[in-house]
């Protein structure tokens, strides 16, 4: 470890982690596997999770970030979580850091193919989130007021996902996220596409009411 490698809560994570036992580091990196099993359950054969994107398997990739985020302090473990949660949410961020640059580069792609030049990178392209739920046209011109519509909308769900303790729905809305078409998401998540459109109904009957009790018309 050389001096430029150490982040800025390098000596507050320290003392913190002088305190850490072997033991209890097996387990914090056991329960952080458990949570990776479950974010990336199918989703590393394409996409932004795959080798080709990650350089290495994406388990290993983000233990290990986030296991060398504690060490080097790059990332601060607050007070108000253990171990396990701190590396837990050092992985999650770092998942949705990965797909926000999969999908720029993504688009950054499509503009260059349009242009005739090269592409950027070789990583298999994903299917648009707006396409995949949404359900827009592509040849429709969408205005200002649409888009922030809809990024009111994506606020609303992820607030409803994030305090929601349904798998279906959660495993549901990740691979939305990620761009996978609906045939896809019913096959990650072991449902028919019928059995699917269910739990999407369900997703936005649920964003529906919270629409409703927010704003006073219950």
């Not at 994107?53 to 970030?65: D, S």
């Not at 519509?149 to 992820?158: H, M, P, S």
């Not at 279906?168 to 596409?193: H, N, Q, S």
């Not at 964003?207 to 009790?213: A, Q």
């Amino acid at each position: 470890m050389t001096i430029e490698s150490v982040g800025t809560f390098f000596e507050s994570n320290s003392i913190k982690l002088n305190t850490v036992s072997s033991v209890e580091w097996e387990i914090a990196l056991r329960k952080a596997e458990k949570h990776l099993n479950f974010r990336l359950w199918n989703r590393t054969s394409f996409g932004a999770h795959t080798i080709e994107n990650l350089g290495v398997p994406a388990k290993e990739y983000y233990l290990n970030f986030a296991y060398m985020s504690v060490i080097y302090g790059n990332w601060e473990w607050k007070n108000d979580f253990d171990l396990p949660q701190q590396l837990i949410r050092i992985i999650d961020s770092r998942i949705s850091t990965v797909v926000e640059s999969y999908k720029k580069a993504k688009d950054k792609n499509e503009e260059r193919l349009k242009d005739g030049k090269y592409q950027l990178t070789t990583a298999e392209v994903a299917q648009d989130i707006e396409n995949t739920f949404y359900d827009l046209k592509g040849d429709e011109e969408i205005s200002e007021e649409d888009l922030l519509k809809a990024e009111e909308q994506y606020k609303e769900i992820e607030q409803f996902i994030s305090e929601s303790d349904d798998d279906d729905l959660i495993m549901f809305w990740e691979c939305v996220k990620e761009g996978y078409t609906r045939k896809d998401i019913a096959e990650l998540i072991g449902k028919t596409p019928k059995q699917l459109d269910k739990i999407k109904e369900k997703l936005l009957n649920k964003i529906r009411k919270e629409v409703i009790k927010d704003n006073g018309n219950q």
